[in-house]
């Protein structure tokens, strides 16, 4: 299939609204104002701050404070923000939305998001649940920027009586944002990123809090020696904790089974090193190499050395 | 303390040898050279292919296939090479080091260090171990750079009875390489990169085999949703399989003791989660934000979002 990145056209939706204008909502913005995707763009969220900003940006014409406000006149509105808030935001809004309207949303967990939106869905609006996988580790309205989907994947999780064309136009919304796209259920969606997105995301959390809390090294020092590895889960671990707290609330099983298997693959590795085992050591890191290979030419990271880091983490002396 | 960075100057040794000329012996060949620290520079390496490379790429004026060949007449030597090879080189090297040399190494292990190489140490030769808490993810003579070590720490792990000014001109070597210097005591050494650096390797090649032997999620898939997080792991287990073993076979109770806490805190949040304890959750999401702050402050990271691969990452369509 052809990619369609950064390739500017015609408007498919009149009005698009976003709920929830942070690191997503914002990318969502620029990558559609870039793309000429929709004719115009508004906007929701409670924090007054947050709807200054997102107006100061230019990321919406105009913010509201309640969501029902938003989607009046919208045929395209997507939910942005984390999915604890769903099952208020999708009642609220319910009675409001336009006829023909299709409903999506951005959540990192896909079965949850179907249970707590579906439900509220007016006949003759049409929900698809959706998950861009792409992200920084910073949130909030100036965090956004137009490339963040570009080459990534965007997974849809449309009912078994979806819509042909409300699919089809929300699949080539997110291909002019940059994505490709995949389509799966919400069940296996959330198995699949169990393991790609939530459980690295709670052993980098874990083991940033671990170091934090040891009586033998202090933290100062565990910040001073993180060049050798540990600075990488510091970044995972920076990122928004209401999300995260609503993505492990949220998909519970897939992640608990997840790191079930995690924890017994640790303990193999743990004896292993008990016991001096250093064959067993050296096949199960060789192993791991085949992945990263298959990483890079799936264009899903750099082949940089480092992430590329090396240009940008400058030579000055550390701050002791 | 002034950092030296990239700062030409007098020569302070006449011969350095370096004993492997991987990502780290590399390295240091670029960044002597760049700051005019050694008059000329040797090297040993037992594969011919590597030795030719190296010759090649003017990291040496000429590399031996025996260590002992190698440290005639240097009055810098430097171990390279995974530790595991430790003791076999010191024990080869001894009777041929130069009286007056210091004899250092870059091994991320430091009580195994010194255990397998200070008892072949002659008298009148000054052994001073080392390691430089920086690396990528690559290896091999072609993986250095001149830039690796500039406000990174190397920290020195002296025996109480050191030279002074050997262990001087040592720390003067590093800082002109680019680096700060910490001195310490090879245990405590240990136990703080068990948690700043080998136990994160171990949990990341850990993670990337678990993905990998999943009946559930396929390693394609894997593959291709590894831009929520799991990519960051593969680039630090696509590191050398061989080095990484040596490190954990000599740096076993430290990281034992890790792992412990490591999997006592995982236990933890997973009862949250099981609990839907949402509280503790995000309590323990907040906390691990602090310590990204430091590591930016104290210049061991970039500051700019996901590693600032926003960049490199291209726009291309993700090979399927
Ligand atoms: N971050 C990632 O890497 C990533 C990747 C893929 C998908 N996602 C998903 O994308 C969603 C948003 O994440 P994000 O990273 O963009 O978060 P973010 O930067 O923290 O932004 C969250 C946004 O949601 C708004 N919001 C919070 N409560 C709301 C409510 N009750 N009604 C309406 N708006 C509300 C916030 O507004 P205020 O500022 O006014 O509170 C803010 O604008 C989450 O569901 C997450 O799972 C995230
Ligand atoms: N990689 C990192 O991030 C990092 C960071 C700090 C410290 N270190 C430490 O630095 C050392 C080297 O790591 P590296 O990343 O530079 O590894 P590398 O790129 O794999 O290079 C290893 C070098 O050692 C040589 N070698 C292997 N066995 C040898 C022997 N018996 N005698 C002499 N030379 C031998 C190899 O030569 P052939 O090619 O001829 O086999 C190669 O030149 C290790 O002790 C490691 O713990 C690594």
């Not at 763009?41 to 409670?46: E, H, K, L, R, T």
């Not at 994947?153 to 796209?181: H, M, N, Y």
């Not at 999300?243 to 743990?270: C, H, P, Y």
Request: overall charge negative; hydrophobic content about 40%; some cysteine.
């Amino acid at each position: 299939m052809e990619n369609a990145v950064g390739r500017a056209g015609e408007p498919i939706f009149k009005r698009l609204a976003l709920i929830g204008v942070g690191l997503i909502g914002s990318s969502i913005s620029h990558a559609a104002r870039r793309a000429g995707l929709v004719g115009d763009i508004v906007g929701a969220s409670p924090t007054p701050g947050t709807r200054k900003r997102a107006e100061e940006l230019g990321l919406v014409a105009k913010m509201y404070a309640e969501p029902a406000d938003a989607v009046r006149g919208a045929d395209l509105v997507i939910l942005c923000s984390p999915v604890g808030t769903y099952a208020d935001i999708a009642k609220t809004i319910g009675p409001h939305l336009e006829k023909g309207a299709i409903v999506s949303d951005v959540g990192s967990v896909k079965s949850a998001a179907v249970r707590d939106i579906a439900p509220h869905m007016p006949q003759g609006v049409h929900f698809i649940a959706g998950h861009p996988v792409a992200g920084t580790e910073q949130s909030g309205p100036d965090a956004g920027f137009a490339e963040l989907f570009d080459g990534r994947w965007c997974i849809l999780t449309p009912g078994e009586d979806v819509d042909k064309s409300a699919l089809a136009k929300l699949q080539e919304f997110w291909q002019r944002l940059g994505s490709e796209v995949e389509i799966m259920s919400p069940e296996h969606h959330d198995m699949v990123l169990a393991i790609t997105s939530h459980v690295p995301h709670l052993i980098a959390y874990n083991i940033v809090n671990t170091a934090a809390h040891l009586e033998r090294v202090t933290d100062k020092e565990v910040i001073k020696f993180s060049a050798g590895g540990f600075r990488d889960f510091t970044r995972i671990a920076a990122s928004d904790p209401v999300m995260w707290r609503d993505v492990f609330l949220n998909n519970k099983e897939a992640v608990l089974e997840m790191l079930g298997r995690f924890s017994e693959d640790l303990t193999a590795l743990q004896r292993a090193i008990r016991f001096g085992d250093g064959a067993t050591l050296e096949k199960l890191f060789s192993e791991a190499r085949a992945i990263r290979r298959g990483v890079i030419h799936a264009n899903q990271d750099t082949p940089q050395p480092d992430f590329g880091r090396r240009a940008t983490s400058d030579a000055k002396a550390p701050q002791r």
